[in-house]
């Protein structure tokens, strides 16, 4: 949401060139994020449902899923609509499913790891 809060303020900046546009983006964090953030305030759509929005890096479980026929994978990939048809960071479950199993593994005792922090 900082992007697209970023964006509504900045966009009379957007539109002076083509370049200042292309230097914004080029200067950004998340490049592809940024533009698909642009596009869809221009367009009037709701940037979470651009899939460009998303990191690119979880194709390759996306492929898995796919290959493996892992429902589940694939709609926390995003390869598939979830149920609640918004898109999914992959990282997110694997880092709630590391922190639960760390949490098991070591004992509450001995490591302070909440599978919710």
Do not use: C
């Amino acid at each position: 949401m900082d992007s697209v809060n970023w964006s509504k303020e900045h966009l009379s900046v957007l539109h002076t060139s083509e370049d200042s546009f292309i230097q914004l983006a080029r200067d950004a964090k998340h490049p592809f994020q940024f533009i698909a953030n642009v596009l869809s305030l221009e367009g009037n759509m709701d940037p979470t449902t651009i899939p460009v929005t998303q990191d690119a890096s979880s194709s390759a479980y996306q492929i898995m899923s796919y290959l493996l026929l892992d429902v589940d994978l694939a709609m926390r990939t995003s390869l598939i609509p979830s149920e609640d048809d918004l898109i999914k960071d992959v990282y997110s479950f694997f880092l709630e499913e590391l922190k639960a199993f760390l949490a098991k593994a070591l004992g509450s005792n001995s490591i302070n790891v909440s599978p919710h922090s």
